[in-house]
């Protein structure tokens, strides 16, 4: 088991920067690729983001490239999503999710149906 739980959602301006965290608990965090994922009203699950357990290898989706960063410290068993120039169509509850694995590759690590763990989410939420 890794329990996951997120914090650091909130409201902001379009154009204003957050930053996710999420905290697992267990001591084999290091051996997880951990990914944030995030879900609009009425929409599907989305993949946002995914980072090997080394930290070495990352991966976005298309949108988010270039003003999102995922990035981890397994020392503190934290992993992070820092936005920034956020737009209102970034507005979700965004998930934080990990699964065991020491080597990544994008099919798996931005496929949902792959991460065995999953936080609780926290609400993102752009004004325009």
């Known amino acids: 088991q890794v329990p996951l739980v997120e914090s650091g959602g909130g409201l902001v301006q379009a154009g204003g920067s957050l930053t996710l965290s999420c905290a697992a608990s267990?001591?084999?965090?290091?051996?997880?690729?951990m990914g944030w994922f995030r879900q609009a009203t009425g929409k599907e699950r989305e993949f946002v983001a995914a980072?090997?357990?080394?930290?070495?290898?990352?991966y976005y989706r298309g949108s988010v490239k270039g003003r999102f960063t995922i990035s981890r410290d397994n020392a503190k068993n934290t992993v992070y999503l820092q936005m920034n120039s956020l737009k209102p169509e970034d507005t979700a509850v965004y998930y934080c999710?990990?699964?065991?694995?020491?080597?990544?590759?994008?099919?798996?690590?931005?496929?949902?149906?792959?991460?065995?763990?999953w936080g609780q989410g926290t609400q993102v939420t752009v004004s325009s």
């Open positions: 999710a990990a699964y065991s694995a020491y080597s990544i590759d994008y099919e798996k690590a931005s496929s949902g149906n792959k991460y065995h763990y």
């Open positions: 267990g001591r084999t965090f290091s051996s997880y690729v």
């Open positions: 980072i090997s357990w080394s930290g070495d290898n990352t």
